[in-house]
């Protein structure tokens, strides 16, 4: 049963303006090492850095009114092995998923040059 979805959309221009004021500081307290790893392979990372950053904010806005609380870093977007985007929570963000029986997280995301969106549904098996 669907019991949440959530969409975002962010200009990539807003994640190369918060790189040029903060630099590792805003990449480090937003993104896993696991996601840098994989942005700085690609071509296009500030692309996949807002596509990733949408992923995350739709995924809180799936959630509902739980935002306080829930760091976009506990909200890991990777890939599979076939490039399929899929989400890892950690910390508050599992706590959460745990104790409201979130079976699943399915997202997608794409980008242009000039935009990056994602939406999120949550799943949960009854």
């Known amino acids: ?36 790893s994989y942005t700085n392979k690609k071509k296009f ?5 807002a596509a990733r950053f949408a992923c995350k904010e739709s995924v809180l806005k799936a959630f509902g009114d739980t935002r306080v609380g829930i760091r976009l870093k506990s909200i890991e977007v990777l ?18 998923a745990d104790k409201n029986n979130l079976d699943n997280i399915m997202v997608s995301m794409s980008h242009t040059n000039n935009y990056a969106v994602s939406n999120a549904i949550l799943w949960r098996n009854e």
Do not use: C, Q, Y
């Open 1 to 36: 049963m669907i019991i949440g979805i959530g969409i975002d959309i962010i200009e990539v221009s807003r994640i190369k303006k918060a790189l040029d004021m903060w630099g590792d500081k805003f990449l480090n307290r937003v993104f896993t090492k696991r996601e840098l």
């Open 45 to 49: 990372s500030h692309e996949n850095l």
């Open 79 to 96: 890939n599979d092995l076939k490039g399929k985007p899929e989400v890892i929570l950690h910390k508050e963000a599992k706590i959460f």
